[in-house]
T-cell receptor, first 116, second 108 residues
Framework: ETGVTQTPRHLVMGMTNKKSLKCEQHLGHNAMYWYKQSAKKPLELMFV???????ENNSVPSRFSPECPNSSHLFLHLHTLQPEDSALYLCASSQDDPMFSGRAGIFGPGTRLTVL | EDQVTQSPEALRLQEGESSSLNCSYT??????LFWYRQDPGKGPEFLFT???AGEEKEKERLKATLTKKESFLHITAPKPEDSATYLC?????????FGAGTTVTVRA
């Protein structure tokens, strides 16, 4: 399989649940990202990993916890979320950090998260 | 502070009616401007990267241009399958910033 894949595609969870989102890229890229997309708002960059090291955390609440075990896989662990966290969560990857290369990221299809 | 503004917010076109989308930006040190297409319920699909003022890129009915303050995405003779939300993003010296997008609807 090629490109960036995300699982699950849809997730409904209660505020007390713990769940994880998974992202896998088959492009040989070194940088991976988590974004949040809410209706009518610009994409919000949450986390950046470059060569498995977290290089950016944009003031994201601690109820979101990322994990990058290797350069092909990225997880977002979720716990005690709030209804306002309902959104489309997008994973992306790029050859290297666009800050240094100016190269665009390739996005996965996203996980539609609903918090009840 | 880096800022990206897209206009209009929504655009309704008749099939064959050409138009342009605008992406205005302020950024400290432009390293790249990106255009993406996003269909409902899907992730953004990469279209173009522009690096410097005067640069142009084309793909089928789409043409992207760049000046020092803004970028345009021209849609020539659009078809219903061009209906989507078009996102603009700017990579500056310190961060990558996205616009809120322009939703284009092309009627047959």
């Amino acid at each position: 399989e090629t490109g960036v894949t995300q699982t699950p595609r849809h997730l409904v969870m209660g505020m007390t649940n713990k769940k994880s989102l998974k992202c896998e890229q088959h492009l040989g890229h070194n940088a991976m990202y988590w974004y949040k997309q809410s209706a009518k708002k610009p994409l919000e960059l949450m986390f950046v990993y470059n060569f498995k090291e977290q290089t950016e955390n944009n003031s994201v609440p601690s109820r979101f916890s990322p994990e990058c075990p290797n350069s092909s896989h990225l997880f977002l662990h979720l716990h005690t979320l709030q209804p306002e966290d309902s959104a489309l969560y997008l994973c992306a990857s790029s050859q290297d950090d666009p800050m240094f290369s100016g190269r665009a990221g390739i996005f996965g299809p996203g996980t539609r998260l609903t918090v009840l | 502070e880096d800022q990206v503004t897209q206009s209009p917010e929504a655009l309704r076109l008749q099939e064959g009616e050409s138009s342009s989308l605008n992406c205005s930006y302020t950024v400290s040190g432009l390293r790249g401007l990106f255009w993406y297409r996003q269909d409902p319920g899907k992730g953004p699909e990469f279209l173009f990267t522009l690096y410097s003022a005067g640069e142009e890129k084309e793909k089928e009915r789409l043409k992207a241009t760049l000046t020092k303050k803004e970028s345009f995405l021209h849609i020539t003779a659009p078809k219903p399958e061009d209906s989507a939300t078009y996102l603009c993003a700017v990579q500056g010296d310190y961060k990558l910033s996205f616009g809120a997008g322009t939703t284009v609807t092309v009627r047959a």
